[in-house]
């Protein structure tokens, strides 16, 4: 155990969650990747305080039929000069059908106005097509005559690989080369090859016929997730790699897929935005939850974390907990806690005084942070976690339990609740005794808030020695039972050395860290914020 004496944790001045600042509301595209097939797709995202809203595009009717109806029958009237006036892509070859990619303005397919980019192409003049090639369907509207008949429906989810245009039509002056290709706009603006012979006299152009259906595209609520209760993950399901400028966020039984953005920056404006969001309802569902608690048993903070755990092949996996401070305990839950019950089954509860938080990593950019000296004689953790944020709490009989959390922010919060818990419970409990023995005799010791350590015989109650927080100069263990405390004298400034053995000393050293945590920060504040890894990084920038 090292001589020095530790550092104790942050003051416990005003809320944790607002360093996490809600954005409220934001919208934007994203692409949404499907693992099952292993495509991603055009979505729009809507931001709300309590919601996030993933749109798609969809073709509806706005008049004049089925307000469902999607599938449509358009006749198109081939022009001598433009044709058809769209282009196409995909193909069975692709797995997905042949799809209108360009719309020309003003040309036949334009002056239908039922037409629309990413309508699939079902059938043509009465062929099915929908499980053909790009080349079948090519060769077929290219020799379909002068009046064209094709049968489409909206691609609702159109790969991004087809990289179709989100906005219809398209300009005129778009042009394709004649070859055609599944991933290329194959033109049929351009006369084709008739198989009838052409008009004397221009044919009429297409348009639509008076009490036809009218037809808009537009984005659609596709799914809404709850943010209360919300998780985010940047990775992939249990292991340690890392979405490229990607994540997902997941609720009680629905989630929204992985969200992936063109750029780094998009995605952690997004990621932030959403987990602020998520931060502020959990702090309503804290004070929703105090108003039942008793003042002694009050919810500090909580909120998901990953837990890394090993796998029977002893490789790092990462499994989603719920962990919470409430009252004197640090609670591990498989799920937000709805019922009083679901705090009793926790998986796990510890003595908030007799645990220590510990930052493990702080990646803000492509470095780490090292880890700040919080020890009292403790060995140090070593952990191979590659995840940016993570933090451990070390409890009795060596018990440790490593965690992961998304963002920076969130793990500056979390420090300063554990600080705010601690120091709270100190202050409540005021003391804590623990056996213990020495040379055969049956003791106890005690660490008071007040009057700082003091060990007397169990049966007796006679005090054998009493010494301040400031009298502590030192201390080291065998880490395993046996401690050696060292305090000065006032009277003869000399060092006293007081052994003592325990059954269970991690958690006394974890008790007399927190009291003299709580002592520190009630005389110094600021020095205290000053010890924040995760604080002092986010000040500065």
Known sequence: MSGDRPLPPAAPRGSPGRLLVPVRTKAGAALLHDEASGHTYDVRLKLTREVLTVQRQDVVCVSGSNPRANRRTVTLRREPVGGLGLSIKGGAEHGVPVVISKIFKDRAADQTGMLFVGDAVLQVNGIHVANATHEEVVHLLRNAGDEVTITVEFLREAPSFLKLPLG?????????????????????????????????????????IANEPTYEKRWLDSLSVPLSMA????????AENLRSNAFEVLALGVRTGTLQFPTARESTDWLRAVSANISDLTLQNV??????????????????????????DSSPAFKSKYLALKGSSVYILGAPPESTLDWVQAE??????????????????????????????????DTEDQRAYSFSILAGHGRCHSFTVELGSELAVWEKSFQRATFMEVQRTGSKTYPCSWQGETLCFTVDFAVGFTCFDSKTKTILWRFKFSQLKGSSDDGKARVKLLFQNL?????????????????????????????????????MDSQSVARKYLYSN
């Open 168 to 208: 219809s039509p398209g300009p005129p002056s778009c042009r394709s080369s004649g070859a055609s290709s599944p991933l290329f706009d194959s033109g049929l603006h351009l006369n084709g090859n008739s198989s009838h012979t052409a008009p004397s006299s221009p044919s009429s152009p297409s348009s639509p």
């Open 231 to 238: 998780r985010i993950s940047r990775y992939k399901a249990g």
């Open 287 to 312: 004070k929703m939850a105090n108003k039942c608690c008793s003042p002694c048993d009050q919810v500090v903070h909580m909120g998901w974390v990953s837990e890394r755990v090993e796998d029977a």
């Open 348 to 381: 796990e509860t510890y003595d908030l005084c007799e645990v220590l938080f510990k930052v493990h990593k702080f990646c803000p950019t492509d470095g780490c942070w090292p880890q700040a000296s919080l020890r009292l004689g403790l060995q140090d953790f």
């Open 491 to 527: 009277d003869t400034r000399q060092i006293e050395t007081k052994e003592l053995e325990f059954q269970d000393l991690t958690a006394v050293l974890h008790g007399i860290h927190a009291f003299l945590a709580a002592k520190v920060t009630s005389l110094d504040p600021a020095f």
